[in-house]
Nanobody, 128 residues
Framework: QVQLVESGGGLVQTGGSLRLSCAAS????????MGWFRQAPGKEREFVAG????????SYADSVLGRFAISRDDAKSTVYLQMNNVKVEDTADYYC?????????????????????WGQGTQVTVSS
């Protein structure tokens, strides 16, 4: 079992920045890929960013490429999502997830159903 807790969400103006954190407990995360997803009201959950177990590879949705950055600190069992130059369309609940089914998987998965544990989410609202 892995417990994931997101934090760092809130209200931010267009063009501003936020850093989301995802703290894990229950199992070490250093052998597993992790990802960030988001879900806006009335929409399906969508992939935002992913990072491999080693941190050597990252991937991003086209909509956030160049603005968001995912990173991990395994010593702190924490994954981060740095959000810069945010836009109104970034407004959503943000979730982190871990892919424990694959040990040391050196790719990032874009599909939510390929992740095994999820946090409860943190809300991000971008005002114009």
């Amino acid at each position: 079992q892995v417990q994931l807790v997101e934090s760092g969400g809130g209200l931010v103006q267009t063009g501003g920045s936020l850093r989301l954190s995802c703290a894990a407990s229950g199992r070490t995360i250093n052998n597993y890929a992790m990802g960030w997803f988001r879900q806006a009201p009335g929409k399906e959950r969508e992939f935002v960013a992913g990072i491999t177990w080693s941190g050597s590879r990252t991937s991003y949705a086209d909509s956030v490429l160049g603005r968001f950055a995912i990173s991990r600190d395994d010593a702190k069992s924490t994954v981060y999502l740095q959000m810069n130059n945010v836009k109104v369309e970034d407004t959503a609940d943000y979730y982190c997830a871990i892919q424990t089914r694959y040990f040391r998987y050196d790719r990032t998965s874009l599909a939510p159903d390929e992740y095994d544990y999820w946090g409860q989410g943190t809300q991000v609202t971008v005002s114009s």
